[in-house]
């Protein structure tokens, strides 16, 4: 299997990403793995990178990422305008995989949270092939919904929420940041003209 291949890129700040490519890439499009959030991105961490070298060992480059202020990135998950920034992470993740592998094509793959964004940044971008999503988050607000339940079942009473955000199953949520994604809904992306 490809072994991955550890940087940092992004014009804002460092963004954390991991090019899994064979050698030599044998297409010209390549593979780019949007992670869910908090937990979520915890529990399929290792599962990302298996599908990384699996992508990688039948001829195509992927590259899976954190997103501003997630994972090894820089940045909070305190900091202002974090949806933004997560869709300009999916932004710049694009590029650099089109700039180190050659490629002109995209496929996106999203799990939970990770496809939302997916969608939503691909409904932006010409050079996205394909779409994959795997129990995807049709909408912000949907999936908020899910992790307050969640959140409410947990059996460890944790701190209370803060004034201005709440827990996210134990990473912090903003109430600016939730407000943001309740605006995130697939069904109201406009198709993209042909």
């Not at 064979?22 to 599962?47: K, N, Q």
């Not at 592998?101 to 394909?130: E, H, M, P």
Request: with cysteine.
């Amino acid at each position: 299997m490809p072994r991955g291949e550890p940087f940092w890129f992004g014009p804002r700040r460092d963004l954390f990403g991991v090019l899994h490519a064979p050698d030599p890439p044998e297409s010209d499009v390549a593979v780019l793995l949007c992670a869910p959030f908090g937990s979520e991105m915890m529990a399929t961490h290792r599962t990302y990178r298996h599908v990384a070298e699996h992508v990688a060992a039948n001829g195509f480059c992927a590259l899976r990422f954190d997103y501003d202020g997630t994972g090894d990135s820089a940045g909070h998950d305190r900091d202002g305008d974090r949806v933004a920034a997560w869709r300009a992470s999916v932004d710049h993740a694009c590029e650099e995989l089109k700039r180190r592998s050659g490629a002109t094509k995209i496929v996106v793959f999203g799990l939970r949270l990770g496809a939302l964004l997916a969608v939503q940044a691909a409904s932006d971008r010409d050079d996205v092939d394909a779409i994959v999503t795997y129990g995807a988050s049709i909408s912000g607000k949907r999936w908020l919904r899910e992790v307050r339940a969640f959140q409410r079942l947990k059996v460890v009473e944790s701190e209370p929420s803060s004034a201005d955000g709440e827990e996210a199953v134990g990473f912090a949520l903003t109430a600016e940041t939730a407000r943001a994604l309740e605006t995130l809904d697939v069904a109201k992306l406009a198709p993209k003209a042909k």
